[in-house]
């Protein structure tokens, strides 16, 4: 019996999460002055992408609705969340914070449900993190003269917040905590094809008291997102998604007294040594590239192997991969589940197509799909050179393009060969040479001999065209916050346009 008649022998039984735990609303609103309000645009659908179901009808925001949430803002940063004492504040985040736990099993199969991402994720990493990402500001809403920004930093305001959809909740969270935390007010844009765990969320806003205003969600596309981030009355913007997007941004508020943080795309370099513990290094391959179907801005998407072990370390990672089971985001068991989107399925498409017609190797393990909804196999490609388009371009899938090095100085100068700079992976089993290489690598995240940890005290961010500014941490907080005189901001921690 081969290994694969082995796995076809003793296939997992379908364990299915319960749907029955999230009730979706037929219609949603925009969440604006603590109430859900019709909006004037053009509504549009959400779809659940394991199924291609239409799972809800959302409101667009006008950019005249998307000026009464900018107004809702102002009014309670001047009258309610401003003045507050941090202590106070403090309180409400650690409100949503239990709120966000007692409710994560409804939050995490909702976001299966509208992300396609596997529930074993949702339940285990977005949702956690979220909560941890609460709870974390909320310890430092009264102690923001302690993070070296003066003895009394203030806020800036207005928060005008843009996000992905490859984490929904957890860029919400990302954006919304350290913000309020600082006594900012906000305006959300969730991404078209993901809104209903940040209306969820508005919901929560309601159960936690908080006051009205101080959190607003407008739902919608592109358009709902120009009007936030050009309003005249956001003081701050916080852009998370792609380069493209990123740099048009940039110049709008470019000559504009805005505040601005931008977090963008990513190609990052995860870099195995021949004396790396090659079964860790594996997994660690895998969780790189495959987690959350490799709609990771800071995903392994190269991997560099030291040319005496790329033999066996392909030999091992397609016997790994072979083991992963792609299908219902919903099954316990699923380890990859459905792309967010048809566009983002023809995407990954496309630009594997290219890389077979630029002459690298493709391979995918046996695996069957599901017939409907977006799905596509775990993806190698060998013989990957640093000219193809598939070690250039990011994927935001999950395929992997591998090249190799001979010498730790040739690792370095081909991981930081890239106009991105979000993070990046180092195996080996020397320490000295962790710390060597994480000097010389031009990325905001180092990681070594494990890949895709986060934690709200670490700063996340990137170099070159993965963006500029910090999320996380103490240097997060500068992001939201005025210095007072004699305080310094922390290095990297956001500029002014
Ligand atoms: P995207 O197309 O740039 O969209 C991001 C958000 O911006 C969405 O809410 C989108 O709305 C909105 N938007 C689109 N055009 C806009 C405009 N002209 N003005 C203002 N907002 C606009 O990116 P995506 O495809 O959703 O997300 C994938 C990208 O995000 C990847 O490049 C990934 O690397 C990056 N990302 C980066 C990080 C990080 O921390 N660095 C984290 C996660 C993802 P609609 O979706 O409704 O069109
Ligand atoms: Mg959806």
Redesign the pocket.
Known sequence: MTELDVAQEFAYAPAPESRALVRIRDEYGLFIGGEFVEGTGEPFATVDPATEERLATVATASAADVDRAVQAARAAHNRVWGPMPGAERAKYLFRLARILQERARELAVLESIDNGKPIRESRDVDVPLAAAHFFYHAGWADKLGYAGLGADPKPLGVAGQ??????PLL?LSWKIAPALACGNTVVL?????TPLTALLFAEICQQADLPAGVVNIVT???????S??SHPDVDKVA????????R??AQ?VAGTSKKVTL????KAANIVFADSPVDQAVEGIVNGIFFNQG????AGSRLLVEESVHDEVIERLQQRMGTLRVGDPLDKNTDIGAINSAE?LAKIRRLSAVGEAEGAQRWSPACQLPERGYFFAPTLFTGVSQAHRIARE?I?GPVLSVLTFRTPDEAVAKANNTPYG?SAGVWTEKGSRILWMAARLKAGVVWANTFNRFDPASP???YKE??YGR?GGRHGLAGYLRPSPGGASPAGAGVRA
């Open positions: 843009v996000i992905p959809w490859n984490f860029m844009k969730p991404a078209e094809t919608g596309a592109g358009d709902t997102g120009r936030l981030i852009f998370t998604g792609s380069t493209e997007v990123g048009s941004i709008t977090e963008l795309g990513g709609h990771v801005c800071c983002q990011e935001f979000l996340f961010g990137g993965s963006g999320e």
